[in-house]
Antibody, heavy 117, light 108 residues
Framework: EVALVQSGADVKKPGESLKISCKAS????????IGWVRQMPGKGLEWIGI????????RYNPSFQGQVTMSVDKSINTAYLQWNSLKASDTAIYYC???????????WGQGTLVSVS | EIFLTQSPATLSLSPGERATLSCRAS??????LAWYRQKPGQAPRLLIY???YRAIGIPARFSGSGSGTDFTLTISSLEPDDSAVYYC??????????FGQGTRLEIK
């Protein structure tokens, strides 16, 4: 069974760094790109970008370029999203998802709540 | 960047009724549009991809239609469990992939 399991909620102060994770199982990790989506409190979905687990090639939403960094460790089937210096406006739920090309984002993680205050 | 406008913003219907949700794109998408449902406190779930293909496990009462700039998600015979926010998403011209602002469906 395909599953994406994300790391737990985190509370940070402005200026701190953070790296959240998304561990995939139940399929061949290198076949599908992994994407990240942000949902700010009470708001809609925003696409951050996707990363290719084969070679770590990335495609960022220009709005998020330079604000976050996506990475993967294919030896442990895990994707990461990290911040070097968090801001209060980074407070949100972050979802990872399996990017199935034209077939949609077919599997999602449970979400990681990041609170910055 | 392609913008998606969903209507209505909120829809309130009774069980057994039909729901019609619309998504309009700022430029042609061909059929590169997906629909997702998000229940409170849950991650989004893929319903429809390629404008009209149902995702695995999605019942036949969910159907998608449209091409170009105008798309529709129809839910026939609503059930109480269908209360959620529904989002459309374009995958035609990216980055960035973009979402509509969502339609909140309330089952009375």
């Amino acid at each position: 069974e395909v599953a994406l399991v994300q790391s737990g909620a985190d509370v940070k102060k402005p200026g701190e760094s953070l790296k959240i994770s998304c561990k995939a199982s139940g399929y061949s990790f290198t076949v599908f790109w992994i994407g990240w989506v942000r949902q700010m409190p009470g708001k809609g979905l925003e696409w951050i970008g996707i990363i290719n687990p084969v070679d770590s090639e990335t495609r960022y939403n220009p709005s998020f370029q330079g604000q976050v960094t996506m990475s993967v460790d294919k030896s442990i089937n895990t994707a990461y999203l990290q911040w070097n210096s968090l801001k209060a406006s980074d407070t949100a739920i972050y979802y990872c998802e399996r990017h199935a090309g034209g077939d949609g984002d077919d599997y999602w993680g449970q979400g990681t709540l990041v609170s910055v205050s | 960047e392609i913008f998606l406008t969903q209507s209505p913003a909120t829809l309130s219907l009774s069980p057994g009724e039909r729901a019609t949700l619309s998504c309009r794109a700022s430029q042609s998408l061909n059929t590169d549009l997906a629909w997702y449902r998000q229940k409170p406190g849950q991650a989004p779930r893929l319903l429809i991809y390629g404008a009209y293909y149902r995702a695995i496990g999605i019942p036949a009462r969910f159907s998608g239609s449209g091409s170009g700039t105008d798309f529709t998600l129809t839910i026939s015979s609503l059930e109480p469990d269908d209360s959620a926010v529904y989002y459309c998403q374009q995958r035609h011209n990216w980055p960035p992939i973009t979402f509509g602002q969502g339609t909140r469906l309330e089952i009375k």
